[in-house]
């Protein structure tokens, strides 16, 4: 899994695709999530997993470990796995958590045995794999017969939230979707190895604070939706979205119905 939106994000990384020193907290910063949301997120995750516990859990693209801990914590040990160096470096200087652990790799060659891991979380990690089909055969060898895959948070096309300041951006919404398949394409990649579908459905994520709030983390550039547009298209929609927040920056930011598709390993 390369993250190739890294490349492009201005002040993030560097001509050969590694993030610049500094860069791993500030995406951290940009992408973590309020204690509501973490809870909002956990909720969905203990519908769609196995009512049995511990469960030994994958989080695929785990970044900078926004929800590792948190996983250990509710259904048990947690490998977080991750190729980005740096972002890997930013979950060691977090306090540790006695079942989590962090190994380099991808979705398309995950560092542990056949079978030994009931679930995978793919937090908005999905459309960062390069080689889908094969990323979909390995995560069924990791997991055992009857482990789920969680894949969610706008890695669909046609069920895709539309955050309030996407318009701001020129092309912003047709930028966005570029980067994310249709679900039926998503489903039938993974039916073809060896998956079912076991549900599909949309989570309520809770206010990620104020516009302001919102604002301060957009200027962070860290989506991978910036690496879609241009500078100067960059540029026209931060100052749009500064001048609407200007208006009223204590407005909450809505509430994101955000897409949760559930599959299991025959």
């Avoid at 899994?1 to 940009?30: C, F, K, S, V």
């Avoid at 060896?194 to 809770?206: D, E, I, N």
């Avoid at 983390?217 to 100052?239: K, M, T, Y």
């Amino acid at each position: 899994m390369r993250y190739i939106g890294h490349r492009l994000l201005t002040g993030t990384a560097d001509e050969a695709g590694r993030l610049r020193p500094g860069a791993a907290p500030a995406l951290a910063r940009a992408r973590a999530l309020t204690e509501q949301q973490s809870r909002a997120w956990l909720s969905a995750f203990a519908a769609a997993l196995p009512q049995r516990r511990p469960l030994v859990g994958l989080d695929v693209g785990a970044g900078t470990g926004r929800f590792t801990p948190a996983l250990a914590h509710a259904f048990g040990p947690v490998t977080g796995i991750e190729p980005a160096v740096r972002m890997r470096e930013v979950t060691q200087a977090q306090p540790s958590h006695p079942d989590v652990r962090y190994l380099a790799g991808s979705a398309e060659d995950l560092p542990v045995p056949d079978g030994s891991a009931d679930y995978a979380l793919m937090f908005l990690s999905w459309h960062h794999v390069q080689d889908k089909p094969r990323a979909a055969r390995e995560l069924a060898r990791a997991l055992r017969p009857g482990g789920r895959l969680l894949l969610l948070r706008g890695n669909f096309s046609d069920h895709h939230p539309e955050p309030w300041w996407l318009d701001h951006f020129p092309r912003g919404l047709a930028a966005d979707l570029a980067q994310f398949q249709p679900l039926h394409e998503v489903v039938a990649m993974f039916t073809a190895a060896g998956w079912r579908v076991t549900g599909f459905g949309t989570v309520t994520q809770p206010s990620e604070g104020t516009r302001a709030d919102v604002l301060g983390r957009l200027r962070l550039r860290a989506l991978s939706f910036f690496s879609q547009l241009a500078p100067d298209e960059i540029e026209v929609g931060l100052r749009s979205i500064e001048e609407a927040v200007a208006a009223d920056p204590d407005a909450p930011s809505p509430p994101l119905s955000e897409p949760l598709l559930t599959l299991e390993r025959r």
